[in-house]
């Protein structure tokens, strides 16, 4: 076949670059200093670096030579850590591990590919993505120090009375409060029990002494029930004020927010009972007499309600790990994607209960502007989102359109993210991360 001159140009502009692609620089160098899931890399900016970028951590072992000329083909890369880059300088970078050996070897050296990398955040095909043309990735306002704990849950409340909302973080079996700004320690619980599992927890000043109590929702397997404890900060140990029957979950209400309450029926088949308000009545704690009376929402975790104008309808995830907005009792709409994926979950009875991050809406006046939710990345695939394994996660801005949810931005974080919350009194919202090596770090973003 004879090409015209015309034609010859046009296949060159289509498939020259697909026949003469080069394969992908990358760059290696050494690792300056590690402090935990924390790295800092000797090359920045001006070697083409950029944040979102994935890189491995890797010492050198043996030298290798060819059997017969005996020409020296490399020293074995010995894999000890993958990790993606959040900070860029002009001379160097700073990296964020998801997995580590431990402990790291001495001496270690980084690869990383100098592919166009989308800013802090990284595309992947088995999560959501950014719609084209979006802006992608917002930098964390700030971080917290890492944590000795491996949280379940985040939540913000002035437990101490002192006018400053405290970071609540919930592990396994305890709950530490720390200053916002500076992380001290302010108030500690440990449950000497030894069958519980906490679930979630909350801060409200329900009781209005000018502390908020913390409500810690738990499975207690040896008595086979879901309870909470109503905690309260004194002397800078958490007290145990009452143990109540219900499950307590903030959630959004259209105007504000506020505590909702829900208890676990013995019914297998159906074992949720209806929503209802928690209040402090006459010394004690206790449910509204009305029932939060929204379409289609059975379940306390990952729900709220939105705006639109004069029209209140709630948002909420169904068993798929969906978002599913609802308008009245036939009118919905779902993301395609699913959100708020957890590893904190229970069996009750014949049903698999998870205990989801919050979803927290942003209102434009009167409208609803968008949704934040985290987005937790399956360590091995789909397949080990069913036993509630992950290995990085995504924070998410979903923007309203007014017909359908659609990522505007959206962050990785190094690590499994348990919780998101509101700070009270601060356009932010702090996202609780949690590393390969089980320590915890709060990261703040802009509301």
């Given amino acids: ?31 300056v200093k590690v402090e935990s899931a924390t790295v800092y890399l000797e090359f920045g900016e001006s070697q083409g670096i950029r944040p979102g970028q994935k890189f491995t951590l890797f010492s050198e072992g043996e030298e290798l030579k060819h059997p017969v000329t005996g020409a020296s083909l490399g020293r074995v890369q010995n894999l000890a850590a993958e990790g993606t880059v959040t900070e860029v300088q002009e001379k160097y970078s700073v990296g964020a591990l998801s997995t580590a050996v431990q402990p790291l070897p001495q001496g270690l050296k980084f690869k990383l590919a100098l592919t166009p990398a989308p800013s802090a955040a990284v595309l992947r095909s088995d999560g959501p993505t950014a719609p084209s043309g979006s802006a992608v990735g917002r930098p964390p306002l700030r971080k ?32 530490d409060a720390f200053s916002v700004d500076e992380f001290k320690p302010v108030c500690r619980f440990k449950d000497k029990a030894t069958a519980v599992q906490f679930l979630s927890l909350d801060a409200e000043d329900l009781d209005g002494d000018g502390r908020a109590e913390v409500f810690v929702t738990l499975n207690n397997s040896f008595f086979g029930r879901v309870e909470t404890y109503a905690l309260a900060c004194s002397s800078g140990v958490f007290q145990k004020a009452k143990t ?28 949720f009972g209806s929503l209802h308000r928690l209040r402090f009545e006459d010394g004690q704690y206790a449910l509204s007499k009305e029932k939060l009376g929204f379409p289609r929402v059975e379940w306390l975790y990952g729900f709220g309600a939105a705006r639109d104008g004069e029209l209140v309808f709630p948002y909420f995830l169904t068993m798929n790990n969906r978002i599913r907005l609802q308008f009245d009792k036939k009118k919905h709409w779902s993301t395609k994607e699913a959100y708020a994926q957890t590893s904190n979950r229970i069996r009750w009875r014949e049903r698999l209960l998870q205990f989801n991050p919050r979803i927290l809406a942003k209102n434009d006046g009167n409208a609803l502007a968008g949704l934040y939710v985290v987005h937790n990345v399956p360590r091995f695939g789909a397949l080990s989102d069913a036993f509630g394994s992950y290995t990085g996660s995504e924070l998410h801005f979903l923007r309203w359109g007014g017909m359908s949810l659609a990522s505007e931005w959206k962050t990785d974080l190094p690590g499994y993210a348990p919780g998101l919350a509101d700070v009270p009194g601060r356009p932010e919202l702090g996202v609780a991360v949690v590393g390969a090596n089980g320590k915890t770090s709060v990261w703040f973003f802009p509301r």
């Avoid at 046009?10 to 670059?17: K, V």
């Fill in 1 to 31: 076949m004879i090409f015209s001159g015309a034609m010859l140009k046009l296949f060159l502009a289509l498939f020259a670059p697909l026949c003469w692609a080069q394969p992908s620089a990358s760059v290696t160098g050494y690792v």
């Fill in 144 to 175: 917290s120090p890492l944590l000795d704990l491996e949280a379940v849950d985040l939540a913000f409340g002035d437990v101490d009375g002192d006018g400053k909302a405290e970071a609540l973080l919930a592990a396994k079996d305890a709950v």
């Fill in 244 to 271: 109540l029957p219900w499950m307590v979950r903030r959630f959004q209400d259209g105007t504000g927010s506020a505590l909702a309450a829900q208890q676990l029926n013995d019914d297998g088949t159906f074992p």
